[in-house]
């Protein structure tokens, strides 16, 4: 069974600490994605990468970094953490344009 | 780039009743469309997808999609709704790159 996995499914933090969210999947997929999920606003893509060590920006980057070291993990790094990134974050990957992508359950997201 | 819009945000309606969410995209070019379900708690999971060939296309728990290419819609049907498909649907759309654009979603709340 196909699976993507976060490390964390609530987190906690408070503003101005540095936070890592983790995505793992064990499909051998090219790209994966990070989004964060607000309501009444869907989905926004925030970094994808396409390959090891590739990354590009999404729709709202500001705040955020990413780090893809090895093919199944992608990091999604809050530098300096404000109440504005209180949020659902969700990971995802496919094998490539025209694929689905496969979504974890998500990291709910917490800045006091 | 892509674009997606929902054109309801909630949509309530009676268990057994016909249900339809609506979706229309923007795009300059060719494009795949996509339809999520995402229940309470859960991460986002595939019910269908347009790449090419038939308008029509059927996915999983008895829904169905048509694109229309002139209206640039993609609305997604179910002739008989049940409680348990009390749950928030995304229409995505990708424009045979790497990155999926997500509408705002629908939450459709099937009452007894």
């Known amino acids: 069974d196909v699976k993507v996995t976060q490390s964390s499914r609530y987190l906690v933090k408070r503003t101005g600490e540095k936070v890592f969210l983790e995505c793992v999947q064990d499909?051998?997929?090219?790209?994966m994605f990070w989004y964060r999920q607000d309501p009444g606003l869907g989905l926004r893509l925030i970094y994808f990468?396409?390959?090891?060590?590739?990354?590009e920006k999404g729709d709202i980057p500001e705040g955020y970094s990413v780090s893809r070291e090895k093919k199944e993990r992608f990091s999604l790094i809050l530098e300096s953490a404000s109440t504005n990134q209180t949020s659902m974050y969700l990971c995802?990957?496919?094998?490539?344009?025209?694929?689905?992508?496969?979504f974890g359950p998500g990291t709910r997201l917490t800045v006091l | 780039a892509q674009s997606v819009t929902q054109l309801d945000s909630q949509v309530p309606v009676f268990e057994e009743a016909p249900v339809e969410l609506r979706c229309n995209y923007s795009?300059?070019?060719?494009?795949?469309l996509f339809w999520y379900v995402q229940y309470p708690n859960q991460g986002l999971q595939l019910l269908l997808k347009?790449?090419?060939?038939?308008?029509l296309v059927k996915g999983i728990n008895g829904f169905e999609a048509e694109f229309n290419k002139s209206q640039t819609s993609f609305h997604l049907r179910k002739p008989s709704v049940h409680i348990s498909d009390t749950a928030e649907y995304f229409c995505?759309?990708?424009?045979?790159?790497?990155?999926?654009?997500f509408g705002a979603g629908t939450r459709l709340t099937v009452k007894p």
């Open positions: 995802a990957s496919n094998y490539g344009p025209g694929f689905e992508q496969f």
């Open positions: 499909m051998d997929h090219e790209n």
């Open positions: 990468s396409y390959d090891v060590k590739m990354k």
């Open positions: 795009s300059s070019v060719s494009v795949y």
């Open positions: 347009y790449l090419s060939g038939s308008t």
């Open positions: 995505a759309v990708s424009e045979n790159n790497n990155d999926m654009r």
